[in-house]
C-alpha cells in the first residue's frame, strides 16, 4: 500500500505565497508522475501542475508563470510553490502519484488526502 501526505496549505491574502509539500511513503518501487490537483466548491477536480520521473512538467494554463512544481525523487516527494495567489486559487488540493510497486508492474494512482489553500481578497 501507498501513502500521500500532504502539508503546507493555510490562509493568505491575495498576492501571497505558500509551498504546498508531499511526501509518499510505502511500496514503492518507483513513481511515474507526481502532481497537484485541486477542487474548488462545487466544481470538478482540476490538474494543476504535474512533473514526471524525468523531470518535464505540465500545468494548467490558469496557474503557468505563477505556480512551480518540483520533485524529490531520492525522497518520493513533490512540492508546489504558489505565488501571487488569487482568491480563484481557493480550494483543497490533492497531491497525486502514480506508483510502480515492483519491476514491471503495472502503474497504481493514489491519492492524497488534500489540503485546503484558501486566498483572501
Known amino acids: 500500500q501507498v501513502q500521500l501526505v500532504e502539508s503546507g496549505g493555510g490562509l493568505v491574502q491575495a498576492g501571497g505565497s505558500l509551498t504546498l509539500s508531499c511526501a509518499a511513503s510505502?511500496?514503492?518501487?518507483?513513481?511515474?508522475?507526481m502532481g497537484w490537483y485541486r477542487q474548488a466548491p462545487e466544481k470538478q477536480r482540476e490538474l494543476v501542475a504535474v512533473?514526471?520521473?524525468?523531470?518535464?512538467?505540465n500545468y494548467a494554463d490558469s496557474v503557468k508563470g505563477r505556480f512551480t512544481i518540483s520533485r524529490d525523487n531520492a525522497k518520493n516527494m513533490v512540492y508546489l510553490q504558489l505565488n501571487s495567489l488569487k482568491p480563484e486559487d481557493t480550494a483543497v488540493y490533492y497531491c497525486?502519484?502514480?506508483?510502480?510497486?515492483?519491476?514491471?508492474?503495472?502503474?497504481?494512482?493514489?491519492w492524497g488526502q488534500g489540503t485546503q489553500v484558501t486566498v483572501s481578497s
Open positions: 512533473a514526471a520521473s524525468g523531470g518535464s512538467t
Open positions: 497525486n502519484a502514480r506508483v510502480q510497486w515492483r519491476p514491471a508492474s503495472a502503474l497504481y494512482n493514489y
Open positions: 510505502g511500496s514503492i518501487f518507483s513513481i511515474n508522475a
